[in-house]
């Protein structure tokens, strides 16, 4: 079993930037693909990014594409999220993700929260027009 917690989120102005952070402990696997979803009230949790255990394979939901990078330090047992020119739209909690079993493509594919061993506990990032 591995635990996430989550820290960064905040309020910024829109065109700012903030960064998320996602430190897992406890068991973890190799295998393991990290992502972030969001979820606005009264809306859908929507899949935001993924990254695979090495770090060498990203994939973006086409709303955050070229705003937003993903990254990983093994070494610490940390993802991140990095979010460029910030827009109102996306504001929502943001929850840190991790599957064993998953690519990273396969994290954002249809049904692939079912497959999420573990999450974050959820950050607010609140947009400002």
């Known amino acids: 079993q591995v635990q996430l917690v989550q820290s960064g989120g905040g309020l910024v102005q829109a065109g700012g930037s903030l960064r998320l952070s996602c430190a897992a402990s406890?068991?973890?696997?190799?295998?393991?693909?990290m992502g972030w979803f969001r979820q606005a009230p009264g809306k859908e949790r929507e899949f935001v990014a993924a990254i695979s255990w090495s770090g060498g394979s990203t994939y973006y939901a086409d709303s955050v594409e070229g705003r937003f990078t993903i990254s990983k330090d093994n070494a610490k047992n940390t993802v991140y999220l990095q979010m460029n020119s910030l827009k109102p739209e996306d504001t929502a909690i943001y929850y840190c993700?991790?599957?064993?079993?998953?690519?990273?493509?396969?994290?954002?594919?249809?049904?692939?929260?079912?497959?999420?061993?573990?999450w974050g506990q959820g950050t607010q990032v609140t947009v400002s027009s």
């Open positions: 406890g068991r973890t696997f190799s295998s393991y693909v």
């Open positions: 993700a991790a599957d064993r079993r998953a690519s990273a493509r396969a994290m954002g594919a249809p049904g692939g929260m079912l497959s999420i061993d573990s």
